[in-house]
């Protein structure tokens, strides 16, 4: 099947599958210790009141998740998820460099 999409749409397409990427990994990685906590509840570990703070907390920190994927520049954003997701090109790093450092982003090659 033949795409209908122009060559610039098709960056586009990728380049918001890949931000979707690192939103969910983003998300899981908040996710996944309160899951835990509620395994915890659960099995009766972990008293309701302690539970009820922790989902708050992970609220607070949806709140602010949701900011930065809705707030941040989309060029920075991409980045950001490259960077994170171990997918920087070296066009990437090359056209970046002093905002990747500033990102704190450290070449593991």
């Known amino acids: 099947m033949e795409s209908r999409l122009t060559p610039k749409q098709q960056k586009r397409q990728q380049e918001r599958e890949l931000i979707e990427e690192y939103h969910k990994y983003v998300t899981e990685e908040n996710l996944e210790p309160l899951y835990q ?14 539970l009820t703070e922790l989902i708050h907390q992970f609220h607070k920190k949806n ?7 809705n707030y941040t520049d989309h060029k920075d954003l991409l980045l950001l998820a490259k960077m994170k997701l171990g997918r920087l090109t070296e066009k990437d790093f090359n056209e970046n460099k002093r905002l990747l450092e500033r990102m704190e982003y450290e070449d593991k090659t």
Do not use: R, T
């Open 63 to 69: 709140q602010e998740i949701y900011k930065d994927f």
């Open 37 to 50: 906590s509620f395994m915890n509840w659960k099995s009766g570990s972990l008293p309701y009141f302690e």
